[in-house]
């Protein structure tokens, strides 16, 4: 958007009630909005029954008890800089480009790339849109099929993570060598690839060992989850395949390949519109993400969050002298610690959390430390899902 644009988030009381909506879980999404930079939230709290505001005092007691942390939050969210993360791939005329099936709706035009972002962000990978000086990009889909050769060729220099479709995509362009691919099949239904067991990381880069397993039976029961044959060129590296269940190795299931352009490049054989949801969600797979997009970014991932838990929303905003880190716990399980490891030559010259009562306070449950050369910043205390918890590096 144009400079100056004032950016807003509606707030809204529906599903209807306390019965389906929390009051906590409206702070949050306050609290993610104004973490995120907007410059306010339209709020609608009515509860759409009927019912009046003075019945629930709950919700006007959150607003004034939260109202300093959200405050403070903002002062520091709306200074000027940017969202870091694996830039995500958006593209204004993609619908014009769009291969369709036959029957389908309008909502068939939706852009794509969506279930690549909650790939990432449910293991703790923040995204970004728009931030074309990032060293790596995602996508998931056709979104690709809007933009042009050179824009590709660009992508292509840098890292790219892809998921099937996506790579079907550029393969029928012609990038093929760019992609480390001979040939690939567009997704099938997985029971078409055979009786798959489970998906085998074994490659120990990228935090696989010998019987190392995720789950190959995910959404549906496996019913609806698509799967692509991939032919692997030579100098790709694979490092995960698609095992039956006497373990005998099938399908590719990722590979990662560094091209004639000097790019990196990694494809997923899933079809991520149909194969992300919990089964694919896994410790392990939070490990081979971050670990292939280190790969994909050279070591300059702008932020992964390391936890004992699931589903870490995080953010980073860079500002002048300073970035600012968020961590939301999507859970009802309390994290016992959190890092944000993340790329960044610059030193610490300071780190303040934000405090339940709106205050930036130095503490001793932060402290940093160069690792690999990354920094990781880590926060030595609980942290649960009705505080979220940010912190400010202000640099050297």
Not at 1 to 21: A, D, G, L, R, W
Not at 159 to 177: H, I, K, M
């Amino acid at each position: 958007m144009p400079e100056n644009t004032i950016e807003e988030t509606e707030v809204e009381n529906v599903p209807f009630t306390q019965y389906s909506k929390s009051v906590t879980f409206t702070f949050l999404q306050m609290a993610a909005s104004f973490g995120l930079g907007c410059r306010g939230v339209t709020m609608n709290l009515f509860d759409h029954c009927g019912t009046p505001m003075e019945s629930h005092p709950v919700m006007g007691r959150m607003l004034r008890k939260k109202k300093r942390f959200l405050d403070a939050l903002a002062e520091r969210a709306q200074r000027p800089g940017a969202l870091r993360g694996v830039r995500m791939l958006f593209h204004p005329r993609e619908a014009y480009h769009r291969r369709l099936p036959p029957g389908a709706g309008a909502s068939a035009l939706i852009a794509d790339g969506y279930p690549m972002v909650l790939a990432l962000e449910t293991h703790g990978i923040p995204v970004a849109y728009g931030a074309s000086e990032t060293a790596v990009a995602a996508t998931s889909g056709q979104t690709l099929c809007a933009f042009t050769d050179e824009e590709i060729a660009d992508l292509l220099k840098r890292g790219l993570l892809l998921d099937a479709v996506a790579a079907n995509t550029l393969f029928e362009r012609g990038f093929g060598p760019q992609l480390g691919l001979q040939g690939i099949e567009p997704p099938v239904p997985r029971s078409e690839l055979g009786p798959i067991a489970a998906e085998e990381l074994f490659h120990p880069e990228f935090g696989g060992a010998p019987q190392r397993y995720l789950t190959a039976s995910l959404p549906g029961l496996s019913r609806r989850v698509h799967v692509s044959r991939m032919d692997p060129a030579d100098g790709a590296t694979v490092v995960s395949r698609l095992v039956d269940p006497d373990q005998e190795p099938g399908a590719v299931a990722l590979h990662v390949f560094e091209n004639a352009l000097g790019g990196r490049v990694a494809v997923q054989a899933y079809d991520l519109a149909t194969a992300y949801g919990p089964g694919y969600c896994h410790p392990l797979r939070a490990e081979q993400l971050r670990r292939v997009l280190l790969w994909l970014s050279r070591g300059q991932l702008p932020l992964a969050i390391h936890g004992p838990g699931a589903h870490p929303l995080g953010m980073r905003h860079d500002a002048t002298g300073e970035t600012l880190l968020g961590f939301f716990n999507l859970t009802l399980d309390a994290w016992d610690e959190v890092t944000f490891d993340l790329f960044d030559e610059r030193e610490p010259a300071r780190l303040e959390r934000l405090s339940r009562r709106g205050r930036w306070k130095e503490t001793s449950k932060l402290s940093a430390q160069r690792r690999e050369g990354r920094l990781r910043v880590t926060h030595q205390a609980k942290a649960t899902h009705a505080a979220p918890l940010f912190v400010a590096v202000a640099w050297k």
